[in-house]
């Protein structure tokens, strides 16, 4: 049973480039999560996804950003016409559901803006 | 809303050691609390969760942490640290009304010393 598998690992874009990033959950998991992680900082919660439903999607930024979890595929995360300050680890958590259950992490894609 | 706070940025210990990170939290409910270890460059790792019951919560790796409800504290412990035990350790806090978003601490680097 592969685990939760995040690419690109890492991915470089230049300032107003477009940036995706891709999260294929655990067999069996139909639940995702989003975080970011700033360097120096703890991890900040994005969006909380089902197959085809966004349910919780109260730490993303307003502009920009947008997630999606498709019937068929992995989730996706994008960031339209990207700044500096988006440079940060994102990583992906999926679970079978419900807060009882622990979260399963990917290794993370480190986006770097030049 | 949810909060968790864990006041050490650092905690060093000699080898051999007992071992304590701290965690407290604020919830306006009954909590479940979580530890995650994270080695560089990688995802979080499940530690050990409490969800009901015995106060004193065993895990992975020989660590174990103790739920204080008067407290509102969860602190991470190990009887004997090992230099392999330094990593980033994170503290997570959800509620059964929020479908298992979970918040986490900034985190805490133990670094344990030959």
């Known amino acids: 049973n592969a685990g939760v598998m995040q690419n690109p690992r890492h991915l470089v874009r230049r300032r107003g480039q477009e940036a995706r990033l891709r999260c294929s959950p655990m067999?069996?998991?139909?639940?995702v999560y989003w975080y970011r992680q700033l360097p120096e900082e703890g991890l900040k919660f994005m969006v909380y996804l089902q197959k085809e439903n966004i349910i919780d999607e109260s730490g993303m930024p307003k502009e920009r950003f947008s997630a999606e979890f498709p019937k068929e595929g992995p989730s996706i995360l994008r960031i339209q016409q990207v700044v500096r300050g988006d440079s940060a680890a994102y990583f992906c958590?999926?679970?079978?559901?419900?807060?009882?259950?622990?979260?399963?992490f990917g290794s993370g894609t480190q986006l770097s803006v030049l | 809303a949810q909060s968790v706070a864990q006041p050490e940025d650092q905690v060093n210990v000699a080898e051999g050691n007992p071992l304590t990170v701290k965690c407290t939290y604020s919830v306006s409910g009954n909590p479940y609390l979580f530890w995650y270890v994270q080695y560089p460059n990688r995802g979080l790792q499940f530690l050990l969760k409490y969800i009901t019951g015995d106060n004193l919560v065993k895990g992975s790796y020989g660590f174990e942490a103790e739920f204080n409800k008067s407290q509102t504290s969860f602190h991470l412990k190990k009887p004997s640290a090992l230099v392999s035990d330094s990593a980033l350790y994170f503290c997570?806090?959800?509620?059964?009304?929020?479908?298992?978003?979970?918040?986490f601490g900034d985190g805490t680097t133990l670094t344990v010393k030959p």
């Open positions: 958590a999926t679970s079978p559901g419900g807060p009882l259950e622990k979260l399963f």
């Open positions: 067999k069996g998991h139909s639940h």
């Open positions: 997570a806090v959800s509620l059964n009304t929020n479908a298992g978003k979970s918040t």
